[in-house]
């Protein structure tokens, strides 16, 4: 029985750190399997994956398209299409649903400006975009593969520069630079502890969107984040709803007063509030000022 | 009667792009009012701000908290609350809603490491993402200011490097280094189109979100943008989705075959598809291939 997976970075590997061989991998859980390219767990997520030449994943660096595991025989050769029940797979469709970082390692064969001559590198930490499945042909066979983009969003300052040219560079043309970004809807840990409490349904409507992966809802701070409103990110900051009263209530379509009766132009009267989620009030307090209702 | 309002880029005037003074502003419609901050229409948004030191603006070169405009007497002097039906204000909330980019234009009595030495120098695009009520001193007496939040989203590489480390900087603490980014919602003029076409409302489920500044929806691809779909960023390809039903369609819950009948697990059942909007059904096909209806 392995031990608890781990997600995000592990203190001593930073972006870059070289393995010599799988096994080293193993005993920090940075990867706990020696023979299977996903580390994942099928209730929790998948938090690494190693790119080690076995399928022919694409990768500009910054962008991944990773297959997923399954359908091969015991010699590798793919007899069969791969499912989305497989753990592997399951693992990656929660850590899309979810917002989990997942650890991307790259092995020497695997064919990639990132590559190393030999052993193998960690690559940092990507989310999970989204997944799909593609009709794949091997030989005069074709079968279904697990397909997932991923997408680095660590914090190597040299590669986010490359990064950024190759987007400013993809951008040139006029039609594209008209477009700007509406919503980035960012999660932590506490976000999916939130989530978790709630089974993904919004306090506000009780919607519980079901994805192929589980459940999608969102983590919505009260007061925000960042300058200038330097919210908390902690639980008694924290709501979860779905993606349509999210905007509504970041935009002040709708308040809270303190004893969870809704304020504001929505159908619904009260936020569902549980015992065990103790809301610090003034954040409340604080979006209704901002948002003109008190 | 001014000329209308340009949004995004204006040909010939990069960022970093330098003017002696304001009325070298208006014949390109780069910013149409020679005593106004803020160029905007109350219908369609705001395309352009200039900082120039009348309010405090804060400003750390990336993210500006901007101070819209109103209730000054003839001197400048404050005398009452600024309101958001002001056509600026207004413009500005549109711009925030609908994910219009702003041109920011620096003017060298704002104090700002970008500020010029004389003149204004164009700080490139920036999306607004929040918008608020704050309440400032003004000597003895207090007023509701509109305050904005604009965040660069423009192209210079230099820039972007600082941003990152900015960021990076910010991020160092472990907790927030193991969040992620869930969803980036984008948005170009066709996606306005689409939106406008269907007065914002769902073309699943009707929902309309109502906000402070007009309204709520987002334009969905059919077929994805980006490798290794890449799907058009056309008319032919976009759908008005509810944010909770472009979740949905993005993840594969639901797709649409031929006839516009929905497939999958939700209540709705056909799609709403005016006349004038002419979707290419092989970007259906596609859709439904990748999420395994087909």
Redesign the interface.
């Known amino acids: 029985m392995p031990r608890q997976i781990i997600?995000?970075?592990i203190d001593g590997y930073e972006e870059g750190h070289l393995f010599q061989g799988r096994r080293e991998m193993m005993p920090s859980r940075f990867h706990r399997y020696w023979g299977r390219g996903i580390d994942s767990d099928k209730e929790l997520g998948a938090a690494a994956v190693v790119l080690s030449g076995g399928y022919k994943d694409?990768d500009d660096d910054d962008?991944i398209?990773y297959t997923g595991a399954g359908g091969r025989d015991s010699k590798g050769k793919q007899i069969k299409d791969q499912e989305?029940n497989h753990n592997d797979n399951k693992g990656l469709m929660i850590s899309?649903?979810?917002?989990?970082?997942v650890r991307v390692i790259i092995g020497h064969k695997h064919k990639s400006p990132l590559s190393p001559s030999s052993g193998y590198v960690y690559a940092g930490?990507y989310?999970v975009e989204?997944y799909?499945?593609?009709?794949v042909s091997f030989g005069d066979h074709e079968f279904?593969m697990c397909?997932f983009?991923l997408v680095f969003?660590g914090?190597n300052?040299t590669r986010?520069?490359k990064r950024?040219?190759i987007l400013?560079h993809g951008?040139r043309d006029?039609?594209?630079?008209?477009?700007?970004?509406?919503?980035?809807?960012?999660?932590?840990?506490?976000?999916r502890t939130v989530k978790e409490l709630y089974n993904y349904e919004c306090q506000v409507c009780g919607?519980m969107?079901?994805?192929?992966?589980g459940y999608?809802a969102?983590g919505a701070h009260i007061r925000?984040l960042g300058?200038?409103?330097n919210g908390d990110?902690s639980l008694r900051n924290l709501l979860c709803l779905?993606?349509?009263h999210?905007?509504?209530f970041?935009?002040?379509?709708f308040t809270v007063n303190d004893d969870f009766q809704i304020l504001g132009?929505i159908e619904e009267n009260t936020l569902t509030v549980k015992e065990a989620h103790k809301i610090d009030l003034s954040n409340f307090e604080y979006h209704r000022?901002?948002?003109?209702y008190d």
Chains 1, 2 share one sequence.
């Open positions: 997600f995000g970075d694409e962008v398209i989305w899309c649903d979810r917002g989990i970082p930490l989310y989204s799909w499945d593609e009709l279904v397909k983009k969003s914090n300052p986010i520069l950024e040219a400013d951008i006029k039609k594209r630079r008209q477009g700007t970004v509406v919503r980035v809807v960012r999660d932590t840990s506490l976000a919607t969107i079901k994805t192929k992966g999608y969102e925000p300058k200038p409103h990110d779905c993606p349509n999210h905007v509504m970041d935009k002040g379509v132009d000022k901002i948002h003109g």
